[in-house]
């Protein structure tokens, strides 16, 4: 493993021209890597696609609706109940079943919705930026701050640090689900 220093461009041009000057800076084309970053959720890491089995800001979404449908089961019931004598025996099914539609959809109303602070007080991180993405393996230090220079002279935006594996133009140990670290 190796450190890498990678930019986000938008422009395949701006890519191939950043490829160019980081060769020129003395990076070997074998390590430089360069590819698409899809936007979160389009990863296609899983055989029905997508990047996870469950979505994170859906994970109170069945004690939500539960809670939803429970609550407005048993107002409607109450108010069917006390409205028999107009509406038959079948007033407080009816109400019941109304309530609970209703309620599950109130309930959606409670949820955290995406970015909201959690429990902890703290905001998500940001997932990697989607776009075209110029990454070069390190061997030493004094590479870092040439490979920088490049790509800040260049307008790369989104400039992260990793660890990895670049081999023959690819990393391959690329994960794109995780946090970028920023270099300022």
């Known amino acids: 493993m190796s450190r890498i220093i990678a930019g986000h461009f938008q422009l395949q041009d701006e890519v191939a021209v950043a490829r160019e000057a980081l060769k020129q800076a003395g990076f070997p084309d074998s390590r430089i890597s360069v ?13 029905l696609g997508g990047d996870r089995d469950a979505s994170p800001g859906a994970k109170e979404t069945p004690e ?18 006390a409205t028999t004598l107009a509406t038959g025996p079948l007033g407080p099914v009816v109400g019941a079943l109304v309530g609970g539609h209703v309620g599950s959809l109130y309930s959606f109303n409670k949820m955290k919705d995406a970015g909201e602070p959690d429990k902890t007080g703290e905001n998500r991180q940001q997932p990697r930026h989607p776009g075209m993405l110029i990454a070069v393996a390190l061997s030493g230090l004094y590479e870092r701050e040439r490979a920088l220079e490049a790509l800040h002279l260049l307008g790369a935006q989104h400039i992260e640090e990793a660890e990895g594996t670049i081999a023959n133009g690819d990393w391959h140990d690329f994960d794109p689900l995780s946090i970028p670290v920023l270099v300022a």
Not at 35 to 47: E, I, K, M, T
């Open 35 to 47: 590819f698409f970053v899809n936007q979160p959720g389009q990863h296609d890491l899983h055989a």
């Open 64 to 81: 939500g609706i539960a809670e939803g449908v429970a609550v407005g089961a048993a107002v409607g019931a109450g108010i069917g109940a």
